[in-house]
Each structure stands twice: as C-alpha cells, then as structure tokens.
C-alpha cells in the first residue's frame, strides 16, 4: 500500500471541499478556491473533516495514481490555507527589479528592460531592488510563474549573475587559467 496514498488529509475550519463528477475536486479557503479534475480511477471519499483516498487494485497504474492524487488533493488544501511563495533573488551589478502597478519590470544587463504581467491568481512582490517574492494559492502557477522569472537571465557560473532560487546554490566555475606554458 502507499505510504503517501493511505495517509488521510484533514480539512481545517474554515475550509470546504467538495466532490463533483468525473472526481473533480473543488476546495475552498480564505486563499481562494481551486479546482481540479482528478484521475476517475482513483476511490476518493470526503467524510467529515477528512478526505480518504484509495485505489481499486494493485495494478502498476493505480498505484501509482494513489499517491500522486492524495498529494494533490493535500497540496490544494494546504494552497488555500497558506499559500505557497517562491523568493528570488537578482544578482548582478545594475540588475534590479521593480513593481509598477501589476508589472514586474527587471533590468537585467539587456539593452531593453524586461517587463512581465502578473497572472491571475499569483502575487509578486518586489521588497527589495534585488528581492522578488512570487505567492499564491496554486503550487504549481507559482513554481511555474517563478521559473518564467528565472528564465529572463538565469545565473551563470563564473560570475553568479543573474536571477536565482534564494535556496539554490550556484555551483561555480574558475576563470580561464592565464599561466605561461
């Protein structure tokens, strides 16, 4: 049996999920609300202040559905309890980010500066010219949202320019070695 699958998720107050048709899942919180349509295979009962989830068989498919349905489900409640955040970080001289209203504009060593709109859902936030904070409810429109960010100018290795993870350590590279032969 999974580990992960077989563990049940308790609802907080305040909370609400719903099951509908074709196990599409719907929960509510003081975040917001997410859906989501969910494997039909997958057995998932909401009773009381907890929600179950188990799997018809023991067939290779359903096992591993099993787990990856409980932590989504998991991951949606947890999303509009808390929320989920990415901060990261711009490195570089005369790299900084700015906030003007719902755009995040970078500079980042371009001869243009590059500008991104923020997408329905997902907060970014800017502290600090070289600081930016991306959160929100879904888990993965943040970490996708995040890594559109990183894409702008990823860190390079000699110099650690760039925007990076605040968590993510650069595995640097030495110069050109400029000895006499």
């Known amino acids: 049996m999974s580990r992960i699958g077989k563990a049940p998720i308790s609802i907080p107050s305040g909370v609400t999920v719903t099951l509908g048709e074709d196990n599409t899942i719907t929960?509510?919180?003081?975040?917001?609300?997410l859906n989501q349509k969910l494997s039909p295979e997958m057995l998932i009962k909401v009773e009381g202040d907890t929600v179950t989830v188990s799997r018809p068989t023991d067939e290779k498919k359903h096992k591993s559905l099993h787990g990856l349905t409980r932590s989504l489900i998991y991951n949606m409640v947890f999303g509009v309890t808390s929320g989920y955040t990415k901060e990261l970080e711009v490195n570089g001289v005369g790299y900084r980010a700015a906030k003007q209203g719902k755009q995040?504009?970078?500079?980042?060593?371009y001869s243009h500066q590059v500008t991104m709109d923020e997408i329905?859902?997902?907060?970014v936030d800017v502290p600090a010219p070289n600081k930016i904070i991306v959160s929100g409810p879904d888990k993965q429109a943040v970490g996708q949202f995040a890594a559109e960010i990183r894409?702008?100018?990823?860190?390079?290795?000699?110099?650690?320019k760039g925007i990076k993870y605040v968590d993510e350590v650069i595995r640097r590279k030495e110069g050109k070695a400029g000895g006499k032969k």
């Open 104 to 109: 995040l504009v970078m500079n980042l060593g």
């Open 27 to 33: 929960v509510k919180g003081p975040k917001g609300t």
């Open 120 to 123: 329905p859902g997902i907060t």
């Open 151 to 160: 894409e702008k100018r990823p860190p390079e290795p000699y110099k650690g």
